[in-house]
């Protein structure tokens, strides 16, 4: 898939998370155990039952517009509004999604437009 595709796609984050009282980045939180089974032995012997992963605010920004709203070009442009002055600011959000996408934070949707829709009727 080339940017341009890229850039069409929309995020939507998997995980809850929340934001930290001061800096106002964002915490995901990952729960430890999916399966039933590792809920019900494992769960017990940790006190959270979340990972918590702390966001840059480049990446709290990011993960706050992978709303399934906003597509990736959208949230781009969010970006070079908030840092007019940072170098490779496209390579590393799009090195970021990837990674998020990867690791299943967040999984990457094409937008169906009402006339796609229509077509296929």
């Not at 940790?46 to 070009?73: A, M, Q, R, Y």
């Not at 996408?101 to 006339?115: G, N, W």
Request: glycine share 2%.
């Amino acid at each position: 898939m080339d940017t341009e595709q890229f850039f069409q796609l929309v995020p939507i984050r998997h995980f809850e998370w929340k934001t930290e009282q001061e800096t106002q980045n964002v915490i995901i939180l990952r729960p430890r155990y999916t399966s039933r089974l590792g809920k019900q032995f494992l769960l017990p012997f940790f006190k959270d039952p979340f990972f918590k992963i702390k966001l840059d605010k480049l990446g709290s920004i990011v993960w706050k517009n992978c709303d399934g709203e906003h597509t990736v070009d959208e949230i781009y442009n969010i970006l070079l509004q908030e840092f007019k002055d940072e170098e490779d600011l496209e390579k590393r959000l799009l090195i970021f999604l990837r990674q998020l996408a990867r690791e299943k934070f967040i999984t990457l949707m094409q937008r169906v437009s009402e006339d796609d829709s229509a077509q296929r009727e």
